[in-house]
């Protein structure tokens, strides 16, 4: 296998309809270079586009579903004022980054001088910006990204933030039209340092001017072609069209909001899971109880203790049993704990990703509307010189574009690896309460006390090896991506945030862990049918029960071994997760936690 860095997450197995039709992420395990493209469930939703209240469910619905977008009049009119900001801002001899002075280790390089409107000026910008346009295709290095919706992600987000970045009416309008007629670029994995995705920004930007290859409706043809197709000219962009575009962490905040969601999802699923191991252990559930909890009080640890308390209402462990021991193994104890933390730190990513995909995080600032009244520091000596009085190019405008360092993506880049660090901490906790099923000490019987041979060889065995196996793959990936900071760019550029490394793993990590989940998901369905077998009456609680029922229908109780499916019983389990989302056997719950620094955008879970 290669190593996870040369090996991007988003190599994944073809999807099959129906995985495509519940946005099941996919497979690390069955990795291919096939192509992946949505199905527009939700092609007839238009998502209106606003710059500071995106969700981490819209962009879902555009990227793995197909909803269109449109840009709300303020955010319309908030680009026209920062584009007509930038162009005024030159007319009036202010130094700007990135438009009339060169980037990087060009900073201090005149590009041009006065109006960038008069006819020369226009077509040096013209000639420059279609050339840097062109060459965005041959940015970044293989393997291509092979799923759409993270393409589509990214070209969301930008969309989003773009009205902050003094863009071009007609690149704004691009990139709007391209999400809408499902015109995906193709897009290369390598190539950003994690801080500013210029490269991936850049294989987008081609295809706008009709360079490369692009999917149109997930069939790949020249960009010019998909273009044509579709109904579009190939854009023209002006000004400092190619910067507004690239400049953005707009690749690792796509990646970190299908992170998002496809946690959440696992999480839901393993405290479902859980509440369905102590059903078949036979737990003694005081750990979880509200005074327990009272003493330790940590607001999510305390709420996941509560969502489990209330998935095994009516259960059969709330009866007396003098067969049920004291205490339970340290795994099943301390589960909530470990769930409710993990949660905790998803959370926090949450928190944070939405704030950024709602935020500008450009170099240069772009910023109209102040005056030097507007901050004390603005009316002095130093940033007077970057002031903007504003003229006919900015509709009379004022403000101010600064040089900036917006596009540093921390903390968001910790977070990400805070929550895979959490996540493995979940798994090792996952991992060995499986094991601990096989040790008659805690489950007190064993399943030929309850069940014949007749019956045993009916039934569904399990490898003992796997759960251990998926648990050495996760905590591999809960290492932390050692910190860098490498100078290049004549030692500008000498810090990189490797957010696209840090959010591959965790997406790997998200995946990996739905396999292991699918082992003790497994292991609980066993158990219970076990102590269901020892007394029919006996009940588990309205969720664990649907949920048990459910799979069920895809792994029947006792079936002869002709009859099973011929693939590992895991991959089938974990398929059902996929298309069963926990919500759908437990679809409410104790309200969760709600962070004093939270965005408004976004719901917490149910």
Known sequence: MPSRIAKPKILLCALTMTWALVAAPALAFEATTTYQPIFETAADKTITLTGHDLTIEQ??????????VELSPEALQRSADAYGLLLEGAAEG?????????AGDQRETVIFSGDPTTPENTKLLKDQQLARFKGGVTRGYGPELQEEALVRAIMAIRANTISYEAASPQLTHMLVDMLNKRVTPVVQSRGTLGEGDLATLGNIGAAMVGEGDAYLNGVR?????????????????FAADQAALISTNAYAQAQAVLLVEDARKLLEWTDLSYAMGLNGMNSSVTPISVPVQAMRPYPWLTWDAARIMDMIKGSYLFDEDPARIIQDPESMRASSQRQGSAWQAWADLRDSVLLSINSSDHNPAVLPGLTPQSSPELNTPQFMQYYIKGGKLSNGKSGYIFSNANWDPYPLANQVEAFTNALTNLGVAVAQRIERFRNPFFTVIKPADVLSADQRKDIPSFDGYLPTDLWQELADLGTPVTPNGQAIVATVEDLEAQTRIKTQRAREAVDVSFHLVAQDLLTASYWMELRKAQKPERKFGEAPTAALAALRQVIPWQQSASARPKRPLGMVAYDFMQQNPATRFYPGGPQAPRSPTAPTAGVLPN
Do not use: C, H
């Open 94 to 102: 202010v130094t700007i980054y990135w438009f009339n002075r060169g």
């Open 59 to 68: 962009v879902i619905d555009i990227a793995r579903s197909g909803a269109k």
């Open 221 to 237: 043809m020249p960009a010019a072609q998909a273009l044509a197709q579709a109904g579009l000219k190939p854009l023209e962009p």
